[in-house]
């Protein structure tokens, strides 16, 4: 399981680290001085959940409709300084490849699910769940499932308490389940004792994880969702290596991997698409296929002028048990 967690199934949900090409990352700007984002504290969100948070609200501020995911719940949880928008990853001049990933991934694990529950499948399950909102921003889909948001013990406390004081709440269908990745990878079991039933399906959403994580560690991750009920969806995403990356995605990709060096979170894993499908089949998957992530741009944002475009070097591996 990732030694760290934030947003992706924005997720990240694991910790992203993307931003504009040739930007160097700067360190967050601290939000509300009472509700201060500090990626040195435990007890706080990781400073990549809520870049991710910003971006998503960004997409609905900054872009024109229509909007591919409408989320300014995430804005209000982070609570950001009035100045938020000031920030160079917050630059909306670029091309926007970076928030376009972040909005277009997360509508894509969304429809999953939705798609999933109508076929019974009624449990979604969001690991590194960071300031996802899906439960607070779409109660009618929400709640004809069960959600469980699986993060570090110290976010998860921050962002009950935020749901708390916003009067939004956790509703008997979300569920709150604290792990400590790195002393603690039975996150199966503290599911389990968290109301998941182990005998049926679910949807598993792991964005922006795989990067952090050994091949090792990878494989075991795929194992463990393997080994739930058959008809269990995995979406995670992955990197492919540099050079199998676009030229023209090469430079963003480079400063990507810097700036999460600088920020101490190196990117220690990438697989050519062929590969990970080959490791989830190892692991027990039953079926497996490749999503391309920038070919999404057709299903979500086809027909717009402006065609965001989300960057060439992050991929899909959506595999069903």
């Known amino acids: 399981m990732p030694d760290r967690a934030a ?27 009472e509700k201060p ?36 719940v995430g804005l209000r949880l982070a609570a950001p300084d009035a100045g938020w928008r000031s920030r160079p990853d917050m630059d909306v001049t670029g091309p926007g490849s970076s928030r376009a990933s972040i909005v277009v991934r997360a509508r894509f694990v969304e429809d999953l699910v939705v798609a999933e529950a109508g076929r019974g499948v009624g449990q979604y399950v969001i690991l590194g769940a960071g300031l996802d909102t899906f439960a607070q921003r779409r109660p009618e889909a929400a709640a004809g499932v069960r959600v469980f948001e699986v993060d570090q013990p110290g976010p998860q406390a921050w962002k009950r308490r935020r749901l708390e004081e916003l009067g939004l709440g956790v509703p008997e269908w979300l569920r709150l389940v604290p792990v ?78 810097s700036a999460a060096r600088s920020s101490g979170t190196p990117f220690i894993s990438s697989f050519a698409p062929r590969d990970m499908l080959a490791l989830a089949r190892e692991a027990g998957f039953r079926a497996v296929r490749h999503v391309p992530l920038s070919g999404l741009a057709d299903r979500y944002f086809g027909g717009r002028q402006d065609r965001p475009q989300p960057p060439g070097w992050e991929e899909l591996l959506v595999a069903t048990v």
């Open 37 to 72: 984002a500090n990626p040195e504290n435990p007890e706080e969100p990781e400073s990549s959940a809520v870049r991710v948070a910003l971006w998503r609200a960004l997409h609905v501020q900054a872009d024109p409709p229509p909007h591919v995911l409408v989320d300014e």
């Open 180 to 257: 400590d990745f790195e002393a603690d990878g039975s996150w199966p079991e503290r599911l389990a004792a968290a109301g998941f039933d182990t005998a049926r399906p679910a949807v598993v959403a792991a964005t922006g994880v795989s990067m952090y994580l050994t091949r090792e560690a990878n494989a075991d991750l795929l194992r463990r969702v393997a080994a739930l009920a058959p008809g269990t969806t995995l979406a995670m995403t992955f990197l492919p290596p540099l050079e199998l990356v676009g030229s023209g995605a090469r430079a963003e990709r480079r400063a990507t991997e």
């Open 7 to 33: 947003e992706g199934a924005d997720g990240a949900k694991g910790p992203e680290r993307p931003q504009e090409p040739g930007r160097p990352q700067e360190p967050e700007k601290p939000v509300n001085p």
